[in-house]
T-cell receptor, first 111, second 114 residues
Framework: GQQLNQSPQSMFIQEGEDVSMNCTSS?????WLWYKQDPGEGPVLLIA?????ELTSNGRLTAQFGITRKDSFLNISASIPSDVGIYFC???????????FGTGTRLKVLA | DGGITQSPKYLFRKEGQNVTLSCEQN?????MYWYRQDPGQGLRLIYY???????QKGDIAEGYSVSREKKESFPLTVTSAQKNPTAFYLC?????????????FGPGTRLTVL
């Protein structure tokens, strides 16, 4: 099945640094979702985006719905150790119930 | 307290046995989904259901079966035909095909086939 290109695959950062990751698709989406997953747990929804160009924040997290509707970005500011985990993007096209998921970005924060 | 519950958290079965994983939601969502996640991998869609008594195969449906007799419940059966059933299974739900549509996940069931 189709998967979204998500980059980077993994990253080590120092505590306090800002983090950026992105997802790209060959299809146009009308919904972008960003999740965080801790080991052995289900993904937790962080941010939902519904309009091209939309910029939405949730605390230190900011996500954007790309203008082309084929990409999305997630930024984490001033990272802390509890930001460690796997971040997934997911997109959905109009007229379908199916979500397409990215391959994940594994984030490790060095104190 | 609204959400999605999956039980049990850990499940062990002998090879050749069928096993059913439970998923219940009280969010009044129309759509429900089952995903499989292998170590270090992303999510792969097994089955999804848009409404009661209707469901569609996802990308890796072989060796699995589902039912949707109630809106709140979407159990997944892992049959003996599934060649590599050991994995982390995630259930999810969403409101359906509305304009504002978020998908929420349960805590997952880790199945180990011995």
């Amino acid at each position: 099945g189709q998967q979204l290109n998500q980059s980077p695959q993994s990253m080590f950062i120092q505590e306090g640094e800002d983090v950026s990751m992105n997802c790209t698709s060959s299809s146009i989406f009308n919904t972008w979702l960003w999740y965080k997953q801790d080991p052995g747990e289900g993904p937790v929804l962080l941010i939902a985006l519904y309009k091209a160009g939309e910029l939405t924040s949730n605390g230190r997290l900011t996500a954007q719905f790309g203008i082309t509707r084929k990409d999305s970005f997630l930024n984490i500011s001033a990272s802390i150790p509890s930001d460690v985990g796997i971040y997934f993007c997911a997109g959905r096209s109009s007229g379908t119930y199916k979500y397409i998921f990215g391959t994940g970005t594994r984030l490790k924060v060095l104190a | 307290d609204g959400g999605i519950t999956q039980s049990p958290k850990y499940l062990f079965r002998k090879e050749g046995q069928n096993v059913t994983l439970s998923c219940e939601q009280n969010l009044n969502h129309d759509a429900m989904y089952w995903y499989r996640q292998d170590p270090g991998q992303g999510l792969r869609l097994i089955y999804y259901s848009q409404i009661v008594n209707d469901f569609q195969k996802g990308d890796i449906a072989e060796g699995y079966s589902v039912s949707r007799e109630k809106k709140e419940s979407f159990p997944l059966t892992v049959t003996s035909a599934q060649k590599n059933p050991t994995a982390f299974y995630l259930c999810a739900s969403s409101a359906g095909e509305s304009s504002y549509n978020e998908q929420f996940f349960g805590p997952g069931t880790r199945l180990t086939v011995l």
